[in-house]
Every structure is written in structure tokens, then in C-alpha cells.
């Protein structure tokens, strides 16, 4: 979950504005990653000031899964670009609803979920923001037949 790259060097400004171009950002490509989802340079306490807000775009492949997990104090909010997704949520991942490009999400603390791309020829892409500077952090996984199934032990 460590991050290979300084993301300092993308910022543009600083003094109190901070900007990332993520048009000049590798040709705005996806190169850092965590549980099957994949990251553009963001903000994030990692190249700003910032201490309780972080911000990227997320690419979920197509048929790919984001095994469960909680987030730990904090909140996230996403908004689906492009592609629809299914999170399968609760302490037993017992609910499951859909959304699609245009639909907003919350996400509260502490609530155990798991993310599938329900397309097997488009990615998802949304804009992640998370109420916590460390970006995944404080992610937890959490058990799922999914992770058992594929034989991930985190």
C-alpha cells in the first residue's frame, strides 16, 4: 500500500493552492494501486498540506473486484464517471446495490464492503474523496467469499 513515486513532483503552485494536471501525469494513466483498483496521482497529505482530505480518480478494470474491506474513521464520497458497479455491503456482506456513470455514493465509517466492475468490457472510473489525507491508509479488509474464493490473504 506503499506508493513507489514522490507525488510532490506532480503539484503545480503551492503556498496554499495546490494543482495537479493529470492531463500531464503520465498521459493521465493510472500507475499506483491497492485491492484491484488502480490510481491516478491525486492529493493527499503525500503532496500537500492537507490533513483530513484526500482526492483521486479510481479505475476498477472490467470484471474486476475490490475485495472487501472497512474504512477505518473515515467517510468517502465517489462519483461514478464512467461504468456501473455493484458494492455488496453490511457485516456479512449481506446488501448489494448497483449504480452507474452519474450516480454520487457515501460511504460511512466502518461499513464492511466489497466492489465488483459488473461489466467485463468497460472500467469504472469515478472521483474518490475520502476524509482522511492518507488516502487507503486506514483501510482494513474485511472477510469475503470473493477473497476466500480467490485465495487473497491480506
Do not use: C
Not at 506532480?10 to 494513466?29: C, P, Q
Not at 456479512?92 to 454520487?104: I, V
Not at 461499513?111 to 487507503?136: C, G, K, L, Q
Request: net charge negative; no cysteine; glycine share 10%.
Amino acid at each position: 500500500m506503499t506508493d513507489q513515486i514522490d507525488l510532490r513532483k506532480f503539484i503545480d503552485g503551492g503556498n496554499g493552492i495546490s494543482t495537479i494536471r493529470t492531463s500531464e501525469v503520465f498521459g493521465g494513466e493510472n500507475f499506483r494501486g491497492w485491492n484491484g483498483i488502480k490510481y491516478k496521482a491525486g492529493l493527499s497529505e503525500k503532496n500537500t498540506n492537507a490533513k483530513k482530505l484526500s482526492m483521486n480518480v479510481a479505475t476498477v478494470a472490467p470484471g474486476a473486484i475490490a475485495y472487501a474491506h472497512i474504512h477505518d474513521g473515515f467517510e468517502l464520497m465517489l462519483y461514478i464517471l464512467q461504468g456501473q458497479v455493484r458494492h455488496i455491503y453490511g457485516e456479512s456482506l449481506e446488501h448489494s446495490l448497483d449504480n452507474k456513470a452519474g450516480d454520487f455514493i457515501y460511504i460511512e465509517p466502518g461499513i464492511p464492503h466489497e466492489v465488483y466492475n459488473t461489466s467485463m468490457t468497460e472500467p469504472v472510473v469515478a472521483v474518490v474523496a475520502r476524509s482522511d489525507a492518507s488516502e487507503w491508509q486506514n483501510i482494513v479488509p474485511h472477510p469475503s467469499d470473493a477473497r476466500t474464493r480467490d485465495g487473497i490473504h491480506e
